[in-house]
């Protein structure tokens, strides 16, 4: 239309500009009517996507009908072959009657190649206008009998003509009401015949039958585009409640529902055709920190942009979804060669390596994947699912922004993963866990001034497992909330029995502090043990910090404002802010052993340090060094007014009672005139 307009606006054209208009819109609703499209007769508009899964309905419909129509065609054939059978013209009726036969039988073959295929979500505007075409070459067909025998019959045979013509309206109407186009295809033709056998008759009384038989017309062509209108609407309606279902609102891909459905139909096109499929299973690289960091709104933003980045990187046949969260999914159809999925995960790969652009910033957030290929990685869903995610894992411990193939030998490490999953979900209860305390020295005076509590866990059969490995899963699968709060009570009720003014430091996980009870758990645990609150020190990182913003400050605000001490740990690690030590209640910085360990190295190490330490001093914030193995890393920290120092050179973690002897070992605080610290030795006990 609005290349018309513009060729009407076009110098030259003004006399021919108008009729080239209208002709445009007269075929172009020709061809919308041919097509079925019931929005020229006040149907609902729409969409091609729902056009099309409106045309199956439609179409499927009358394919349910067509049995039925194929029989009465036959049976009404054979009555007016025996009705015409003495006739002058029984010839002509049974060419007629074969043409019908032929008709009748090929409608038969083609609707028994469609069995046992799957009912399409969709059609093309062409399957109707073949229907259509269908319709009006059997309607044809009826409207010869009116057409070639009416006048010359007997009043007999004009009473089954009549009837059969009669007949043949209302159930084709019935069975096409369906597909309008298509009734009207088969009606029009036997009404106009019958109306023009009718008028040639000369009967006055005919004459009113033919006026009735307008009537007819009108009131039976109007309830079928009625019916027709109202089952659109009602279609119309219930696919757009089923694509808000299948449809993620954010990113307008479909949903964990429409992918899984897409899984399935790539399934049986697998069965049907020997098409393979690639699935490429991604997360967003550090998006939960984002997130809460810049905001939800930008964090939405990202999401948006990514879902544009993978249409970008998709083919016309591939299906995508956004699974939930930071999560998304690529069906690569007739992809199943590793060389071919590579290309595939590698252009994704390289899409997500460049920044995201929000409100004026730029957010880099990579996309680790997942790639799993059917049916040799998995020859029913669920199984290729499990091996993309299992893929996907192994892809995001390696490092951001890259792609793993599902790999056979990943099936052992996941059973091994789950296997771990259910001894830590029994261990607990079976008393399997212990705490190991690490000393910490004061480096102003060389005495022992507290511990840090460490989790050990030491299983029946696997000896003892190391941190690193059944930590990431007990956050995973939230088993480290119990855990964590046994370890909150069992610290405390060791350090209450300690000697003042000695304290207890435990870490607490990002996964407990988004419960909002962890305070009042912390602060029941010390009134239970009997422990002062200023002798617990809770540690936590920047991911607490990043996890929830505002719930993290209010819980960190209620522990220090009931005497607890907080302190930050592995500080310049993580997405380290100077923010947090401005608006936080921080006691203690605690320097990452990364930095401690290469101080005499790294001269960038060294001027971390150094700054960190001069910073802390000048907001009045204690600084403890983790990581000291060396007497040089001990005296570049005490040189440099460190306040506190951890590591095996000061004492590796020992049990409680090892813990309370070193305490206890320890000679009375020195009184003024002492020597200074760093003249003296660190203590006997803790040079182990």
Same mark, same amino acid.
């Given at each position: 239309m609005?290349?018309?307009?513009?060729?009407?606006?076009?110098?030259?054209?003004?006399?021919?500009?108008?009729?080239s208009?209208?002709?445009?819109?007269?075929l172009?609703?020709?061809?919308?009517?041919?097509?079925?499209?019931?929005?020229?007769?006040?149907?609902?508009?729409t969409?091609?996507?729902?056009?099309?899964?409106?045309?199956?309905e439609?179409?499927?419909?009358?394919?349910?009908?067509?049995?039925?129509?194929?029989i009465?065609?036959i049976?009404?054939?054979?009555?007016?072959?025996?009705?015409?059978?003495?006739?002058p013209d029984?010839?002509?009726?049974?060419?007629w009657?074969?043409?019908?036969?032929?008709?009748?039988?090929?409608?038969?073959?083609?609707?028994r190649?469609?069995?046992?295929?799957?009912?399409?979500?969709?059609v093309?505007e062409?399957?109707?206008r073949?229907?259509?075409?269908?319709?009006?070459?059997?309607?044809?067909?009826?409207?010869?009998?009116?057409?070639?025998?009416?006048?010359?019959?007997?009043h007999?045979?004009?009473?089954?003509?009549?009837?059969?013509?009669?007949?043949?309206?209302?159930?084709?109407?019935?069975?096409l009401?369906?597909i309008?186009?298509?009734?009207?295809?088969?009606?029009a033709?036997?009404?106009?015949?019958?109306?023009i056998?009718?008028?040639r008759s000369?009967d006055?009384?005919?004459?009113?039958?033919?006026?009735?038989?307008?009537?007819?017309?009108?009131?039976?062509?109007?309830?079928?585009?009625?019916?027709?209108?109202e089952?659109?609407?009602?279609?119309?309606a219930?696919f757009?409640?089923?694509?808000?279902i299948?449809?993620?609102?954010?990113?307008?891909?479909?949903?964990?529902?429409?992918?899984?459905?897409?899984?399935?139909?790539a399934?049986?096109?697998?069965?049907?055709?020997?098409?393979?499929?690639?699935?490429?299973?991604?997360?967003?690289?550090?998006?939960?920190?984002i997130? $809460?960091? =810049?905001?939800?709104?930008? &964090? *939405?933003e990202?999401?948006?942009? @990514?879902?544009?980045?993978?249409?970008?990187? !998709? %083919?016309?046949? $591939?299906? =995508?979804?956004?699974?939930? &969260? *930071?999560?998304?999914?690529?069906? @690569?159809a007739?992809?199943?060669?590793?060389? !071919? %999925?590579?290309?595939?995960?590698?252009?994704?790969?390289?899409?997500?390596?460049?920044?995201?652009h929000?409100d004026?910033?730029?957010?880099?957030?990579?996309?680790?994947?997942g790639?799993?290929?059917?049916?040799?990685?998995?020859?029913?869903?669920?199984?290729?699912?499990?091996?993309?995610?299992?893929a996907?894992?192994h892809?995001?411990?390696?490092?951001g922004?890259?792609?793993?193939?599902?790999?056979?030998?990943d099936h052992?490490?996941?059973?091994?993963?789950?296997?771990?999953?259910?001894?830590?979900?029994?261990?607990l209860?079976?008393?399997?866990?212990?705490?190991?305390?690490?000393?910490?020295?004061?480096?102003?005076?060389?005495?022992?001034?507290?511990?840090?509590?460490?989790?050990?866990?030491?299983?029946?059969t696997?000896?003892?497992v190391?941190?690193?490995?059944?930590?990431?899963?007990?956050?995973?699968t939230g088993?480290?909330?119990?855990?964590?709060?046994?370890v909150?009570?069992e610290?405390?009720?060791?350090?209450?029995?300690?000697?003042?003014p000695?304290r207890?430091?435990?870490?607490?996980?990002?996964?407990?502090?988004?419960?909002?009870?962890?305070?009042?758990?912390?602060?029941?645990?010390?009134?239970?043990?009997?422990?002062?609150?200023?002798?617990?020190?809770?540690?936590?990182?920047?991911?607490?910090?990043?996890?929830?913003?505002?719930?993290?400050l209010?819980i960190?605000?209620?522990l220090?404002?009931?005497?607890?001490?907080?302190?930050l740990?592995?500080?310049?690690?993580?997405?380290?802010?100077?923010?947090?030590l401005?608006?936080?209640?921080?006691?203690?910085i605690?320097?990452?052993?990364?930095?401690?360990?290469?101080?005499?190295t790294?001269l960038q190490?060294a001027?971390?340090?150094?700054?960190?330490i001069?910073?802390?001093?000048?907001?009045?914030?204690d600084?403890?060094?983790?990581?000291?193995?060396?007497?040089?890393?001990?005296?570049?920290?005490?040189?440099?007014?460190?306040?506190?120092?951890?590591?095996?050179?000061?004492?590796r973690?020992?049990?409680?009672?090892?813990?309370?002897?070193?305490?206890?070992?320890?000679p009375?605080?020195?009184?003024?005139?002492?020597?200074?610290?760093?003249?003296?030795?660190?203590?006997?006990?803790?040079?182990?």
């Amino acid at each position: 239309m609005a290349h018309a307009y513009r060729r009407l606006r076009r110098p030259g054209n003004s006399k021919i500009g108008l009729g080239s208009v209208v002709q445009d819109v007269l075929l172009s609703k020709v061809r919308r009517i041919v097509s079925g499209d019931l929005s020229v007769f006040g149907g609902p508009m729409t969409d091609e996507a729902i056009a099309g899964q409106l045309r199956a309905e439609q179409l499927a419909g009358v394919l349910r009908h067509t049995r039925g129509i194929m029989i009465a065609n036959i049976c009404n054939a054979l009555i007016f072959l025996a009705a015409q059978w003495s006739a002058p013209d029984q010839g002509l009726a049974l060419i007629w009657a074969a043409m019908v036969v032929a008709l009748v039988a090929l409608l038969h073959v083609r609707q028994r190649t469609r069995q046992g295929r799957p009912k399409p979500r969709t059609v093309s505007e062409r399957a109707i206008r073949r229907a259509s075409l269908y319709a009006l070459a059997l309607g044809g067909l009826w409207a010869a009998v009116p057409l070639l025998f009416f006048n010359s019959a007997g009043h007999g045979v004009q009473l089954v003509i009549a009837c059969l013509c009669a007949g043949m309206l209302a159930g084709g109407a019935f069975g096409l009401g369906g597909i309008p186009i298509a009734a009207v295809a088969f009606t029009a033709p036997i009404f106009i015949a019958s109306a023009i056998a009718i008028g040639r008759s000369g009967d006055a009384t005919y004459l009113l039958v033919a006026a009735l038989l307008v009537v007819y017309a009108l009131v039976l062509l109007r309830t079928v585009f009625v019916y027709a209108i109202e089952n659109a609407v009602r279609l119309v309606a219930q696919f757009d409640a089923e694509q808000r279902i299948r449809r993620d609102p954010l990113t307008q891909l479909p949903n964990r529902v429409g992918f899984t459905e897409s899984v399935e139909t790539a399934f049986a096109r697998l069965a049907s055709t020997g098409e393979p499929f690639t699935l490429l299973w991604l997360d967003l690289d550090s998006f939960k920190a984002i997130n $809460d960091r =810049l905001g939800h709104t930008v &964090g *939405d933003e990202i999401l948006i942009q @990514a879902a544009d980045r993978l249409r970008a990187c !998709a %083919g016309p046949r $591939d299906a =995508l979804a956004r699974l939930g &969260g *930071d999560e998304f999914a690529v069906i @690569a159809a007739g992809i199943g060669g590793l060389d !071919a %999925g590579a290309a595939v995960a590698r252009r994704v790969v390289e899409a997500f390596a460049k920044p995201f652009h929000v409100d004026g910033q730029e957010v880099l957030s990579t996309a680790s994947i997942g790639v799993a290929i059917a049916p040799g990685d998995g020859s029913e869903p669920p199984h290729l699912l499990r091996s993309a995610d299992i893929a996907l894992y192994h892809a995001k411990s390696a490092r951001g922004g890259s792609f793993r193939f599902f790999d056979v030998s990943d099936h052992a490490l996941a059973r091994e993963r789950r296997a771990l999953q259910h001894d830590l979900g029994n261990a607990l209860h079976r008393g399997e866990f212990r705490l190991v305390y690490q000393p910490i020295l004061a480096l102003s005076d060389n005495r022992i001034v507290g511990f840090e509590a460490l989790l050990r866990w030491q299983h029946p059969t696997r000896g003892s497992v190391p941190p690193t490995a059944f930590i990431p899963v007990a956050e995973s699968t939230g088993l480290i909330r119990s855990i964590g709060e046994w370890v909150i009570e069992e610290a405390c009720r060791t350090a209450a029995a300690w000697p003042q003014p000695s304290r207890i430091s435990v870490n607490v996980s990002a996964v407990q502090f988004r419960e909002p009870a962890i305070a009042a758990q912390i602060m029941a645990a010390i009134a239970a043990s009997g422990l002062a609150p200023e002798r617990f020190e809770i540690e936590v990182t920047e991911t607490v910090l990043l996890s929830d913003d505002e719930t993290a400050l209010e819980i960190l605000r209620t522990l220090s404002a009931g005497g607890i001490r907080v302190a930050l740990d592995d500080f310049g690690t993580g997405y380290s802010s100077l923010s947090y030590l401005r608006k936080l209640p921080l006691h203690r910085i605690k320097i990452d052993r990364s930095f401690v360990q290469d101080l005499k190295t790294d001269l960038q190490s060294a001027a971390i340090v150094k700054s960190v330490i001069g910073l802390a001093t000048d907001l009045g914030i204690d600084t403890t060094a983790e990581g000291v193995e060396t007497a040089e890393q001990l005296g570049f920290l005490r040189a440099h007014a460190c306040g506190e120092a951890q590591g095996y050179l000061i004492g590796r973690p020992v049990d409680a009672a090892e813990a309370m002897a070193i305490l206890r070992r320890q000679p009375k605080r020195p009184g003024a005139g002492a020597a200074s610290a760093a003249d003296k030795p660190l203590p006997k006990a803790h040079c182990s």
